[in-house]
């Protein structure tokens, strides 16, 4: 199915601990100088960090990295980390005496399922997995599934979540790639076989096993759902911020096409658009360009789709003291 990092330019870095109570992680997602980027959240429950900053009215333009965390907004610290990475190699937005790197970040919530509610990524994490995406070759491979910020990711409080990852390339050279860490409230749609009424939702199978709650603060089986679906979504295509924005949002509609329920109150879905600026659109007239963003906007809905069900099939079972996750679809 591709990668991100199928873009030319686009490395993905990947940091995550999973002993003495951890089961956490950060993904980096550190694009070439130049990028441009924006961000769509559609989610009831967001985690976030410098999101302001990609609104197509604000003054800067750039994404310097992408941080995708665990650790719900405690895990949000570990974009200070990628922030200094950026400003000892010098990517950022000048000012008067040195950079100010544009480091927007969004975070699943994790917190608890390793068995230590005081398990989440750190500065030092954030820092580490942007070295690490910087040290890749371009066109690396990713790691899928328990990796990263899917480290800890869970789907329908029952099963394994992960990152997955896909890429398209269009007749115009145009190449459309996501990044996606799923730990959401539903279930695949293309997976799973139950039928729902109308307006219902059942969110696991009978031969489900029930996630144990821990003593010392992991989520309990009949707790509020606390889950996000985050989404990096990168092309090398001629955008505008605007266009970006357009493109994010348009990409929710993969969210929606590949889990049941989506976009809910205990949702943060989130998704990012980067554009690394590298392959020119046709704009010959307003037709042509209408016709180039929309079949650009339909591709990444695809991808994103596609990212999300590779991390489902790509996470592993995992059983620590606050609970026992299996792997959706077997058993």
């Not at 042509?288 to 650009?296: E, F, G, P, V």
């Not at 809905?301 to 996470?315: E, K, M």
Request: aromatic share 4%; glycine share 14%.
């Amino acid at each position: 199915m591709g990668a991100i990092t199928d873009v030319p330019g686009i490395r993905v870095g990947h940091v995550q601990k999973t002993d003495d109570g951890w089961l956490t992680g950060v993904t980096v997602v550190l694009p070439p100088p130049g990028t441009i980027g924006s961000v769509d959240v559609q989610g009831g429950g967001p985690a976030t960090h410098e999101t302001d900053a990609l609104d197509p009215t604000t003054l800067v333009s750039a994404v310097h990295a992408v941080v995708l965390t665990g650790g719900s907004a405690y895990g949000l610290a570990s974009a200070t980390g990628a922030q200094l990475w950026c400003e000892e190699n010098g990517r950022g937005f000048p000012v008067p005496g040195g950079v100010v790197p544009i480091v927007p970040a969004a975070a699943i919530f994790d917190l608890g399922r390793g068995g230590d509610f005081s398990a989440r990524p750190t500065a030092d994490m954030g820092y580490a997995a942007t070295a690490a995406a910087a040290a890749e070759k371009d066109g690396h491979d990713v790691g899928r599934g328990n990796l990263g910020a899917g480290t800890g990711a869970v789907i329908a409080r029952t099963y394994k979540g992960g990152v997955g990852t896909a890429s398209v390339t269009l007749e115009n050279g145009v190449v459309v790639g996501a990044i996606a860490i799923v730990n959401a409230l539903g279930l695949p749609l293309d997976t799973t076989t139950q039928q729902a009424e109308p307006g219902s939702v059942r969110l696991s199978e009978e031969r489900a096993s029930t996630p144990r709650a821990s003593a010392d603060g992991a989520e309990p089986s009949n707790g509020a759902p606390l889950n996000t679906t985050l989404v990096v979504v990168a092309t090398n295509a001629v955008l505008d911020v605007a266009e970006c924005k357009r493109t994010a949002s348009a990409s929710h509609a993969g969210i929606a096409r590949a889990l049941n329920p989506s976009h809910t109150l205990g949702d943060g879905d989130t998704v990012f658009c980067l554009s690394t600026q590298a392959v020119a659109l046709d704009r010959s007239d307003e037709a042509a360009r209408q016709i180039s963003l929309i079949t650009l906007q339909s591709a990444a809905a695809d991808v994103v789709r596609l990212a999300i069900l590779d991390g489902v099939a790509s996470a592993r079972a995992v059983s620590t003291p606050a609970g026992d996750y299996g792997v959706y679809g077997t058993g």
